[in-house]
């Protein structure tokens, strides 16, 4: 039998892309292990991943190894993110989040666990500047 339930009212959820680059390419198999540290679940293709916020929120992180757009995007971004890798990004992880507190902590997580690894930058492609993660820089 199927049970059909209303809908949860929550506000309006506008999906954001922020990226995290690196001048380290990082193999599929490392971005997998550092994924599973959040319970992330891999989609089919192998490159995308969802993760669930928490209790009580409804809402997903969605994670995708964003490399390939890295020669379609904005050069205004390509270029401050090269400014403290001290070249041009070499890959590119991809976080769609929503508006909820629960979403940006997590995407925040996830961004600071990477960088726990390798040098990297965050970027929500608006007009605020590119900023380093992590410990790997002396500026």
Do not use: K
């Not at 506000?11 to 995290?20: A, D, E, I, L, Q």
């Not at 001048?23 to 679940?41: E, G, K, M, R, Y």
């Not at 690894?117 to 992590?134: I, K, M, R």
């Amino acid at each position: 039998m199927l049970r059909s339930r209303t809908a949860t009212a929550y506000g309006r959820n506008v999906p954001t892309t922020v990226s995290v680059f690196s001048n380290t390419q990082v193999s599929p198999d490392q971005i997998a292990w550092l994924l599973n540290q959040f319970d992330a679940l891999q989609g089919p293709s192998g490159q995308s991943w969802i993760i669930d916020v928490g209790p009580n929120v409804i809402d997903v992180v969605g994670v995708a190894d964003g490399t390939d757009g890295l020669a379609s995007m904005s050069r205004e971004f390509v270029d401050a993110a090269a400014e403290w890798l001290g070249g041009p990004p070499t890959y590119r992880l991809a976080l769609t989040i929503g508006d909820s507190p629960a979403c940006r902590n997590l995407a925040w997580r996830i961004a600071d666990e990477f960088a726990q690894s390798w040098p990297a930058v965050w970027s929500n492609h608006t007009d605020e500047p590119v900023a380093p993660l992590g410990t790997w820089w002396s500026r």
